[in-house]
């Protein structure tokens, strides 16, 4: 019974995390003909109907710029969601250890219930950015507690690098799904649709946590130790090499999935549909990544540190290619290698994030996938507002040479984390309370039901 409820906790956390990544692409292909619906262009994104038919299925992940104070306005609107989540995730990972991981994750899915609600009934651009600094909101309780929650349920290897694993493969496919999905959605039946089907599917998923783990009856958190706060966290210097890593290799995707689709028209001219299906192919790579990261990782756990290295080295290399492509199927290759590098990196470096908590620290995680979460959200809040800056002021080419430098440099740093395998745990107020004997008549019937 406690498998099973561990496995549907498991599919509540992977929904969760699919969804906010889809809320968080779903609106590249409503964004232009909103702005033109808005500034009398045509289009018709006001009104939730149908609009014109010459918008591409498969659109770019980002929205081209439609003019200096537009684009402006776009990067901004991208970028809030992940700046607000970069201030809230401190306070909701002190919050996470204190109160526990269901609690927090049904209030992050009611928060983004009520963000993609938002989105779909939006008139104008003030409530655009309302809506989706809301989901940052919600992302910052929902994705921080749903990964916390996973680590605590799969406490040993390597059941917790397979369930980390494919919670990673779930926001891959929601971010590189939701473009064609909104895309299709909006061209057939409009632009509130794939808001509503969004928020009826967070709406189940919520309901199905409050079957599963009711945060009120959540009774055996008063037993928990207090977590490590999390300045201690930051601090420390393991942790510290993960989260700079973290970042580092997600800078790439962050800085290309704003500027990639303008380098493709004007270098090579490329076609609507390629530019739309430039970053669908990454999703398999990625997979595979995952797997195989995960296959390794369970027959050579003291080699993680050696898998997230390889990772950035191959993200490096392959952010050094991009620029020298010529056309679409030559690009669709280094941007597999970058995905491929980034799920190496995740897949290794997210569980030795717990590891490290259970051996240095107390085994209470909301603050340190805080600071995880922390990491992915200085390299998405600066991707659609800094990049384009970049690429004006110096050029695509030398964007993409920093980022592989900078990845390729980092990979020796993670020769830090070498001997973290051969760490002893702590003996932390948990364990010591496990390993202690039942001393009396309700203790020993406590500890027979904990049994059964």
Known sequence: EARRQRRLLLAVVCVALLLDNMLYMVIVPIIPEYFAAVHGGGGGGGDGESGGGNRSLLPARYPPPTGDNEDVQIGVLFASKAM???????????????????????????????????????????????????????????????????????????????????ALACISFGSLAAPPFGGVLYEFAGKRVPFLVLACVCLLDGLLLLALAPPCAAGAR?????????????????????????ATCNIPLAFLEPTIAN???????????????????????????????????????HLQWFYGALGMAIIGASSCLVPACRNFWQVIIPLCGICFGIALVDTALLPTLAFLVDVRHVSVYGSVYAIADISYCVAYALGPVVAGQIVHTMGFAQLNLGMGLANVLYAPVLLFLKNVCQMKPSHSERNILLEEGPKGLYDTIKMEERKG
């Open 84 to 166: 607000l989540q970069l201030l809230v995730n401190p306070l909701s990972g002190t919050i996470i250890d204190r109160v526990g991981y269901e609690a927090p994750l049904l209030a992050g899915l009611a928060i983004m219930f009520l963000s993609t609600t938002t989105f779909a009934f939006a008139g104008n651009y003030a409530t655009l950015f309302a809506a989706r600094s809301l989901q940052g909101l919600g992302s910052a309780f929902a994705d921080t507690a749903g990964i916390a929650l996973i680590a605590d349920r799969y406490a040993e290897e390597p059941a917790r690098s397979r369930a980390l694993g494919t």
């Open 263 to 301: 380098w493709m028209k004007e270098s090579m001219g490329a076609s609507e549909w390629e530019v739309g299906l430039t970053w669908l192919p990454a999703f398999f790579p990625h997979v595979l990544g995952v797997y195989v990261t995960v296959r390794l990782a369970a027959a050579y756990p």
């Open 222 to 246: 008063a037993n928990m130790p207090v977590g490590t706060p999390i300045h201690r966290l930051m601090v420390d210097p393991y942790i510290a090499v993960v989260a700079g890593a973290l």
